[in-house]
């Protein structure tokens, strides 16, 4: 029966739902989950994935691959399911024309509506979720030979770029993750992607932990209605999370 589980940790059931309020309407919930705990619990968990989930695991190549898709599916039912007073199987989504997903069954206009938005890198999941389908959410971490001047060059404003002419080596690739995130956050919020050229808005104040997004267009604009937040993990990891609502308010849940 739907109404005698619930969940003490991510993997356990317990008896009785618990029942999770809804982030208000200046809040965005955050939750970060570290797969390495998870690895031996993945064939479980991949019993709440729909049919369209698991055969989306089983084309991908690499067992390490599927086994961080599946922990990052069941991990987002698993934390949705919590404020749906539903089990994390029954969590039903659908997605936009460019493949943002969303929950199905939520009405409201787009700023209305409880949205969320998950990112995935080689060591974690974030989710985040809001009273907004305006919602983004980009993790990444540390790779080895990453050519970040290259693509900050390529893909990013002037304006970004000239910063990174300021930054000693060892500030190079932090800076880029940290400005990558804040950009991927933003054109996820939208629902995009990086089909939106990323050097059509700038994230700026990141030196300072003052993030800001300018030069939006007018179609998501104004920049003062979005806001833009950072916040790491661990050294190596970044997260950013963008949402359309001024002064927002992360609130750290998982
Ligand atoms: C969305 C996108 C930015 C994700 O980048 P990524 O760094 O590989 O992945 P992340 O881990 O940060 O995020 C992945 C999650 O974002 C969500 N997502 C997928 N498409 C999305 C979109 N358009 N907007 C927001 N979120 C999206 C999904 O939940 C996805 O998880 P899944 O792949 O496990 O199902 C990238 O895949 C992209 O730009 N896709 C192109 C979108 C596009 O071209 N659309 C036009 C088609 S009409």
């Keep these: 029966m ?16 618990p029942s ?25 968990l991949s019993e709440w994935l729909s049919e ?13 691959g599927r086994d961080r898709f599946i922990l990052s599916h069941a991990y987002t039912r698993f934390v949705l399911a919590r404020y749906l007073g539903i089990h994390p199987r029954d969590v039903e ?11 199905v069954g939520e009405s409201g206009g787009m700023e209305e509506r409880f949205g969320f938005n998950l990112s995935h890198c080689k060591t974690y999941v974030v989710v985040a979720v809001a009273p907004t389908l305006l919602v983004g959410v ?34 190079i690739e932090p800076y ?6 804040c950009k991927e956050a933003f054109v996820k919020a939208i629902g995009l992607g990086l089909s939106y050229s990323l050097n059509r808005f700038q994230a700026i104040g990141l030196q300072d932990n003052r993030p800001e997004l300018i030069g939006i267009e007018p179609d998501y604009g104004p920049s003062s209605a ?14 950013a999370i963008a949402v359309r609502l001024p002064n927002a308010a992360i609130v750290q849940c998982g």
């Design 138 to 171: 980009d993790v990444e971490e540390h790779r080895p030979n990453m050519d970040a001047l290259g693509i900050a060059k390529r893909y990013f404003a002037p304006e970004e770029f000239a910063v990174f002419e300021t930054l000693a080596e060892e500030e």
């Design 176 to 181: 880029f993750l940290k400005i990558w995130t």
């Design 2 to 17: 739907m109404d005698e589980f619930a969940w003490t940790a991510f993997d356990r059931e317990s008896t009785k739902t």
């Design 93 to 103: 989504f659908g997605t936009s024309e460019t493949g943002k997903p969303w929950v």
């Design 20 to 44: 999770i309020e809804r982030p208000s309407q200046n809040q965005v919930h955050l939750y970060c989950l570290e797969f390495a705990p998870y690895l031996e619990a993945v064939s479980r």
């Design 52 to 64: 369209e989930e698991r055969q989306r695991a089983a084309r991908l190549r690499f067992a390490d």
């Design 226 to 239: 979005w806001s833009l937040r950072t916040c790491r993990p661990a050294q190596e990891v970044h997260i």
